[in-house]
């Protein structure tokens, strides 16, 4: 089988990554400054949902998920948040429609995009 590695690109040895495991970032900081903050996190992604939601509670976030539009925005409707984070693409509504709804809906609480695909049109 032939290989696909970008030429000149660094392969870094598994027992490499151990040491790294538990380890804060340096821009991680412990002194949770969300607490109190009741956040929506609207992502299709399992293991985006699992990521950011893991990072918001550390920061003292409470948070809950939805895993498409639809869902979202009941939750959003039928709950109490500070600020909602809306991915962009989801199946059944995805994140300019679900915006659209809950406009409509008067929801007023700050919505901000998540977005892996970046577009310079969008």
């Known amino acids: 089988m032939k290989s696909r590695l970008i030429p000149n690109a660094k392969l870094i040895a598994k027992e490499d990554l151990i040491s790294f495991v538990g380890e804060y970032p340096d821009f991680c900081k412990k002194n949770q400054t969300l607490i109190g903050l009741k956040v929506l996190l609207v992502e299709d992604s399992l293991d985006n949902r699992i990521l950011i939601s893991t990072y918001l509670e550390r920061e003292g976030a409470q948070v809950e998920t939805a895993s ?3 869902s979202g925005a009941e939750l959003a409707l039928s709950e109490r948040f500070d600020v909602l984070l809306m991915d962009i693409q ?3 509504l995805d994140g300019h429609e679900t915006v659209k ?3 409509q809906s008067k929801y007023t609480k700050p919505i901000i995009a998540l977005t892996a695909h970046a577009m310079k049109e969008e």
């Open 68 to 70: 498409d539009g639809a």
């Open 90 to 92: 989801m199946p059944i």
């Open 101 to 103: 709804k809950l406009r």
